[in-house]
């Protein structure tokens, strides 16, 4: 309805048997309203206007018969409060399209049936009790990892503000020849940086490539259609790369192409990303 102004809450607290409030779709703009002075509300739906601004740790404490909560679509910074993960009966969890930053505290009620944190500022692992959800709850976190983030925590650097797309990432790159196997000559490349002086160095992530015998890569060859990138610089056959760590979790082409990626570096086998 285009509504603005100040939400009148004395007025909302006359009325006993509110349940459900909704401003949805509107105009207003300043702090959230201290609608936690409804502690009797079970529904709470203030998505699509422009609030902002911090909500204070403890602003749902008081609020314990709160089942679904839905402040998506709006300008809201700072942590998710604590007390918002603590609501006993919650199934309802929407904070999407917001500006939350700091990692998603535990929330861990059985309850809870419909969560989305998507597009906001969040950083850290998402928690394992929320991996019930799908990729589309945690997509546009640049920095979230976990199963649901399509990066592993242990494998995530910190980018600093000052090269976005990694032109200040410095790079060692180590490859080591492994005789164990007797069937193909296996090389193990494994990449670790830090970013611009960062003291934390990114950790390293080992790749597998099984050099196969001549015929065998011409055959590969043909199939991948690019007798150029596929040549290995002359080595006698052609790179087949092994994904190592699944235990991270399986992940599909569409969880792919979401994923932020940033250009880690370039060989004859094509580029890398992190």
């Known amino acids: ?57 403890d602003f749902f404490s008081k609020m314990k018969s709160l089942k679904k909560v839905w402040l998506s679509n709006n300008k809201f910074t700072g942590r998710i409060p604590p007390s918002l993960a603590e ?23 059985p309850t809870l049936m419909s969560f989305n944190v998507s597009n906001d500022k ?7 009790n929320l991996a019930i959800f799908n990729y589309s709850s945690f997509d546009r976190n640049d920095h979230l990892c976990g199963d649901k983030s399509g990066r592993g925590c242990e494998n995530t650097a910190q980018t600093s503000s000052e090269s976005p797309t990694g032109a200040g990432l410095d790079a060692d790159m180590m490859v080591r020849k492994d005789s164990d196997h007797s069937n193909n000559n296996v090389i193990k490349t494994v990449g670790g940086g830090a970013s611009n002086g960062n003291a934390a160095a990114a950790a390293a992530l080992e790749v597998q490539v099984s050099l196969s015998n001549r015929s065998k890569g ?15 610089n002359g080595r006698g056959g052609v790179g087949e790369l092994v994904i190592v760590n699944t235990e991270k979790g399986a992940f599909g082409l569409p969880d792919l192409m979401k994923a932020s990626a ?9 580029s890398s990303y992190v």
């Open 1 to 57: 309805m285009g509504l603005s102004g100040t939400i009148d809450v004395d007025a909302l607290a006359a009325i006993h048997g509110l349940r459900s409030l909704s401003f949805a779709y509107n105009s207003f703009t300043g702090a959230i309203p201290q609608l936690n002075r409804l502690g009797y509300l079970k529904a709470m739906y203030l998505r699509g206007n422009r609030f902002s601004g911090e909500i204070p740790p």
């Open 87 to 109: 609501l006993p009966r919650l199934s309802e969890l929407h904070l999407e399209k917001n500006q939350f930053s700091g990692s998603i505290p535990p929330i861990d009620q």
């Open 122 to 128: 969040l950083e850290g692992e998402i928690p394992p």
């Open 218 to 232: 011409m055959g590969a060859t043909k199939k991948m259609g690019s007798s150029r990138k596929g040549s290995n």
């Open 262 to 270: 940033e250009v880690l570096g370039n060989g004859g086998m094509g």
